[in-house]
């Protein structure tokens, strides 16, 4: 597409947009003139304007579009199809799901043929107030005398309906005269208190992010772990306070450099999110800056991937000085190469999935300052990284054994910390419910040796299968727990249908870790909820392992006697 600012005697004129090739300036003068055009305010179109139109696009044997607002001013003109020069969702009005953008396109064409498929989704995507379509005589053209002339052979007039099934509805084909008498006003009042009723049905929470959700499965994902993934999504989003509404699925090859998915696949997503009334698009994966910033460009709707909704989580989450200075951390480190192309009209401030944590005021700041920032929090994580060095110094110099309890996101790990030392522990049935690890001592009575024994646990932050590595990196200081305890127990929720999934992921993030962690012992939770098959398949697979309900504080006597032998195992030199 070219757009091409025009001057006229020296002074600036309209911006022309579309085709421009091969135009004469005489004709490029024609079509400026057309920005003088002033229609009634509640006319569709007038006879003289569409003749007019007629006469140009004959002229230059184009299609032309005129996009008018409702004073009646022609506000922009291009030159090719509805989709070919439609305007920017970045440039077009701020309306809610409730309205329409008060504005309507006067376009011709060459066929004799009804507005085509492409064309009423452009309408759509703009959520334009009506498109006129007028077809030329002799399929386009005539020249009379040596010049070309053309008259309107015949009009289609087209425009949204507040209905999920039909997105738009199509006249017949209707003559200039009859189209010239409709009622513009009545039309678009009357739709408009149609979106409203329909909007006001489906709105629940005004305060909850509408989230439309996309899946790419690619050659590489099985069918079974694209769906897990985004029932995972979907709780991610649920947990960060908003609602899924729908659900779009994609299969290609491998993502597409620029928008993730394909062409008629964003057009799909922008027009669905008009249709339900999203203001955020979440994706099931990693975005690369410019994929979000193309993607925010051709939906007009906020877009935001798996780790923001990640990262916006923890920040809900952090409620020490020590957990709130490492989603800082994240946040900046994620935002840098995120800055660029984030203007007005994509503005974060407001609330909402992906705009807590450091805010609006760091974020659009200089990279240059943001970088000292995050340069400064570093040197932090740095200090609380030491410090915690020397408290587990300090234990180990008391000679008391150190456990880990490591897993999967709402494993249980935080109600058997619970049940264990009594810890009173934030617990949720939510991803990510506690961020800050807690330490606690643990007695024990070993049964062989009636000897009471003294163990600390420490209840660490939650896994999830491709933790985002700004979380890792920002997090060290807390993981390091993991990697400086004696021992693991790695509990796992035998409820999900994942589980198996799950522990590769647990076990996948602990090979990567830069000190190899102690022995683990591998605790199957929430035993009470899984049926009898499930409980021998892993029973079956995995024997060394212990089964219990911290819930419902089964098995847990025979865990604590285990946890004697792990430290055993741990401490005494082989």
Same mark, same amino acid.
């Given at each position: 597409m070219f757009e091409d600012q025009l001057f006229w005697s020296g002074v600036s004129i309209e911006t022309i947009y579309g085709q421009l090739q091969g135009l004469k300036p005489n004709q490029l003068k024609q079509l400026q003139r057309l920005y003088h055009q002033r229609l009634p305010g509640d006319c569709l179109t007038t006879t003289e304007f569409a003749q007019r139109l007629a006469a140009v696009s004959t002229e230059i044997a184009q299609p032309l579009c005129t996009y008018i607002n409702r004073r009646g001013q022609v506000i922009r003109v291009g030159v090719g199809t509805v989709r070919q020069t439609q305007i920017p969702p970045s440039e077009l009005p701020r309306y809610g799901a409730e309205r329409l953008s008060g504005i309507r396109c006067v376009a011709t064409q060459l066929k004799m043929e009804a507005p085509s498929e492409s064309t009423l989704t452009a309408m759509a995507l703009q959520r334009l107030d009506a498109l006129v379509m007028l077809t030329l005589?002799?399929?386009?053209?005539?020249?009379?005398?040596?010049?070309?002339?053309?008259?309107?052979?015949?009009?289609?007039?087209?425009?949204?309906?507040?209905?999920?099934?039909?997105?738009?509805?199509?006249?017949?084909?209707?003559?200039?005269?009859?189209?010239?008498?409709? &009622?513009?006003?009545?039309? $678009?009042? %009357?739709?408009?208190?149609?979106?409203?009723?329909?909007? *006001?049905?489906?709105?629940?929470? *005004?305060?909850?992010?509408? =989230?439309?959700? !996309?899946?790419?499965? +690619? &050659?590489? +994902?099985?069918?079974?772990?694209?769906?897990? %993934?985004?029932?995972?999504? $979907?709780?991610?989003?649920? $947990?960060?306070?908003?609602? *899924?509404? /729908? *659900?779009?699925?994609?299969?290609? @090859?491998?993502?597409?450099?620029? +928008?993730? !998915?394909?062409? %008629?696949?964003?057009?799909?997503?922008?027009?669905?999110? /008009?249709?339900?009334?999203?203001?955020?698009? =979440?994706? &099931?994966?990693?975005? @690369? #800056?410019?994929? !979000?910033?193309?993607?925010?460009?051709?939906?007009? =709707?906020?877009?935001? &991937?798996? $780790?923001? !909704?990640?990262?916006?989580?923890?920040?809900?989450?952090?409620?020490?000085?020590?957990?709130?200075?490492? =989603?800082?951390?994240?946040?900046?480190?994620?935002?840098? #190469?995120?800055?660029?192309?984030?203007?007005?009209?994509?503005?974060?401030?407001?609330?909402?999935?992906? +705009?807590?944590? #450091?805010?609006?005021?760091?974020l659009e700041t200089e990279r240059r300052a943001i970088q000292r920032r995050i340069t400064r929090l570093q040197q932090e994580v740095n200090q609380l990284q030491a410090h915690r060095s020397r408290m587990r110094q300090q234990r180990q110099h008391q000679e008391v054994p150190s456990i880990a309890i490591v897993g999967y996101t709402n494993a249980g790990k935080s109600t058997l910390m619970n049940a264990l030392t009594n810890a009173e522990v934030y617990i949720a049935d939510q991803l990510f419910a506690t961020l800050d690890p807690t330490t606690r001592r643990l007695k024990i009575t070993d049964a062989k040796t009636q000897e009471g024994i003294g163990i600390i646990l420490t209840d660490t932050v939650g896994f999830i299968h491709d933790l985002p590595p700004s979380l890792v990196d920002a997090f060290r200081a807390t993981l390091e727990e993991v990697t400086e305890a004696d021992a693991l127990l790695h509990v796992v929720d035998l409820s999900h249908p994942a589980w198996q999934s799950q522990i590769r992921s647990v076990m996948k993030i602990l090979s990567e870790m830069p000190i190899t962690p102690g022995p683990a012992l591998l605790a199957f939770n929430k035993i009470d909820q899984v049926d009898s098959d499930t409980l021998a398949f892993a029973q079956e697979e995995f024997p060394q392992a212990i089964f219990i309900s911290a819930g419902e504080r089964l098995g847990l006597e025979t865990l604590r006697q285990r946890l004697v032998g792990l430290i055993d195992y741990a401490i005494v030199p082989r």
């Open positions: 005589s002799g399929g386009g053209f005539e020249r009379r005398g040596g010049g070309a002339t053309g008259y309107v052979k015949e009009a289609y007039l087209a425009h949204l309906v507040p209905h999920p099934e039909a997105h738009w509805t199509v006249s017949p084909s209707l003559s200039l005269d009859v189209l010239a008498q409709q &009622d513009f006003l009545a039309l $678009t009042e %009357g739709l408009e208190e149609e979106f409203r009723r329909e909007f *006001v049905a489906q709105q629940v929470d *005004v305060g909850c992010d509408r =989230v439309l959700l !996309v899946g790419l499965m +690619t &050659d590489r +994902t099985s069918s079974q772990r694209f769906q897990d %993934g985004l029932t995972e999504v $979907t709780r991610l989003v649920e $947990t960060a306070g908003g609602e *899924v509404l /729908q *659900v779009l699925r994609q299969k290609r @090859s491998q993502p597409h450099p620029q +928008t993730v !998915v394909g062409e %008629g696949k964003v057009q799909e997503i922008a027009l669905s999110a /008009q249709t339900i009334g999203a203001n955020l698009i =979440v994706f &099931d994966r990693d975005l @690369s #800056p410019s994929q !979000v910033r193309n993607l925010e460009l051709q939906i007009g =709707v906020r877009v935001v &991937d798996r $780790t923001e !909704v990640i990262l916006d989580i923890f920040a809900q989450r952090a409620q020490s000085g020590a957990g709130k200075l490492q =989603v800082e951390l994240a946040q900046l480190e994620y935002a840098l #190469p995120r800055l660029s192309g984030r203007g007005r009209s994509m503005s974060r401030q407001g609330g909402g999935i992906g +705009t807590r944590g #450091p805010g609006e005021t760091k």
